[in-house]
């Protein structure tokens, strides 16, 4: 595809005039993703006739051409973007970022001190996206087979509360996993004090025996950074880590782990391999264990006595 040139950048409101250049534009940013998701975004079979009565649009365009768009509406105290969609031969070129920093320069003007907004977890580049400029995740919603991600950002509100502390985090989403019937183990990463990731055990789910939530994380926190080197980033995580994950750890150049229960049957760290002592190990990060240890062993007791 040939990639447009720049040239005369307009931001105009969108008019019902404009429904079937909104539909084009959103099926050709959407078209990408039916193979991954095994049927069409919501986007794309959206009535934009309907939704021009409802929804507030901004359009960009580049030499009078739809380039790119923000859909938003406000629901109770929350701006919400409905839709951010950049037409392939625009993409790369900031203009996803330069609508949502608009979208929020509406909501603040409109006094609202919260916007938020969801994508499909299978889209990774736009978590990654959201991520960067500071969205953080809500909760996740079963979606048609899927899972949709809310994401929000304050505005503008010097005492917006600090996300959850990393070992709530990892707490909560070890209970999560043990509700979703998974081992109940959590992880988080933390980036420059703020939890960039988090996960819980998703082998059975995923059917993936890879899938332990440090393996998750890790993979999440890179996308999110776009980097595969997690450099000043430190890893919580609710049960010592067992040899792949240890593995991963030290692939990932993380700076600390911390874990809390130790696990003699299973772990790398301070039982078996002991993986960073090793002198095949090329990076190790500072360990500290034990944090909230007898918690995470409870959780883990209770949850296989209940399956047995
Ligand atoms: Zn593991």
Redesign the pocket.
């Known amino acids: 595809m040939e990639r447009e040139k720049n040239g005369v950048m307009t931001l105009e409101l969108g008019a019902p005039k404009d429904a079937p250049e909104i539909r084009e534009l959103v099926r050709s940013a959407y078209s990408k993703w039916i193979e991954l998701i095994g049927r069409e975004p919501r986007p794309m079979t959206v009535d934009y006739d309907e939704a021009l009565k409802t929804n507030r649009f901004d359009l960009l365009r580049v030499n009078g051409r739809l380039a790119a768009l923000v859909e938003t509406s406000r629901e109770r105290d929350q701006f919400l973007v409905q839709n951010l969609a950049v037409a392939p031969a625009f993409q790369h070129r900031g203009f996803g970022r330069l609508l949502l920093a608009h979208a929020e320069a509406l909501a603040a003007a409109d006094g609202l001190e919260e916007i938020g907004l969801y994508t499909n977890r299978l889209f990774a580049e736009n978590l990654q996206l959201y991520g960067k400029l500071g969205y953080l995740v809500d909760r996740e919603e079963d979606y048609l087979g899927g899972v949709l991600v809310h994401m929000s950002k304050g505005l503008c509100r010097p005492e917006y509360e600090a996300p959850p502390a990393p070992w709530d985090r990892a707490f909560d989403e070890a209970r999560a996993a043990a509700s979703r019937g998974e081992a109940p183990i959590g992880a988080c990463v933390v980036h420059e004090g703020k939890i960039i990731a988090s996960a819980g055990n998703r082998t059975i789910g995923d059917r993936d025996p890879t899938a332990?939530a440090?393996?998750l994380v890790i993979r999440a926190a890179a996308k999110i950074l776009d980097d595969e080197r997690l450099t000043g980033c430190d890893l919580y995580v609710t049960l010592e880590?067992?040899a792949?994950?240890a593995g991963a750890i030290s692939h990932a150049r993380l700076r600390r782990l911390y874990f809390a229960a130790e696990d003699e049957k299973g772990g790398a760290v301070e039982n078996g391999p002991r993986f960073f002592s090793q002198k095949t190990c090329h990076h190790r990060p500072e360990v500290y264990g034990g944090i909230r240890a007898s918690e995470a062993a409870n959780m883990l007791r209770d949850f296989f006595k209940a399956r047995r």
């Open positions: 332990h440090e393996v880590p067992c792949m994950c």
